[in-house]
């Protein structure tokens, strides 16, 4: 039979794994936004970001209940928190998807920038580690949360190639200094997301091997 803690932790699990694909959904509206420049009506972009705002305090609810009726230990305790974080950076990502919207609508304002950049590429890469993050987790798989970890470093390049045609683009034009800032500002957002994955996937590793990985240079090896 079942442990009723083993119950309520699976139940858990399935809750952040919908609100995983709410932040899917939100990443992917913020990308239509910026795409098509529709900034104008940020309506569905709300809804789904509400979503998220309500099962970030429902998961949170419901894990601080476990902790208070299960007093849970080792593998059990580990994984609580490791929800309670999870649901934090799935909360965040959600604002980054938000402020992605209000950044377009600033562009729009703004009159937009000539300058080539690529930013669906930048988002299916961080869609793509959410996913993954979220897998590795449901799975217990060590293996997947790592290649999560190495896509963030094509996610901070792209952000940083952005940068460097925006820098020079505002020099060579002043009038579009503010939208070019808008667009920055858009990277610098998908960039966060990407490290709120990369958050998830740190703490898949610390559950499934209970090593640390966080601010360290070497991961821990299949053995």
């Known amino acids: ?12 699990k399935s809750q ?10 939100a990443l992917q509206e913020a990308t239509r936004l910026v795409l098509q420049r529709d900034s104008y009506d940020l309506t569905r972009l709300e809804s789904v970001e509400q979503k ?5 305090l429902q998961i949170d609810e419901a894990c601080l209940d476990v902790l208070a009726r299960h007093s849970p230990v080792a593998a ?7 929800i309670i974080k999870i649901n934090t950076d799935l909360e965040r990502m959600g604002d980054q998807a938000m402020n992605i919207g209000y950044n377009t609508e600033h562009l729009t304002r703004d009159g937009g920038v000539s300058v080539n950049l690529d930013l669906p590429r930048m988002s ?18 060590a293996e997947l949360a790592k290649q999560v970890l190495a896509s963030d470093d094509a996610v901070d390049e792209l952000k940083n190639q952005a940068i460097r045609k925006l820098v020079p683009h505002m020099q060579r034009e002043p009038t579009q200094i503010a939208a070019a800032l808008d667009l920055i500002l858009i990277a610098r957002n998908l960039e966060r997301m990407g490290d709120h994955a990369t958050n998830i996937a740190e703490d898949v590793i ?18």
């Open 1 to 12: 039979m079942e442990r009723q803690i083993s119950a309520e932790l699976k139940q858990l």
């Open 76 to 82: 059990d305790l580990r994984l609580v928190m490791a």
């Open 52 to 56: 998220i705002n309500q099962e970030h």
């Open 16 to 25: 952040l794994l919908a609100m995983g694909g709410l932040v899917e959904e």
């Open 124 to 141: 299916e890469l961080v869609r793509e580690m959410v996913r993954k993050s979220l897998d590795a987790f449901m799975r217990g798989d």
């Open 206 to 223: 610390f559950v499934t091997t209970g090593v640390d990985v966080r601010h360290k240079a070497t991961l821990p090896s299949n053995g």
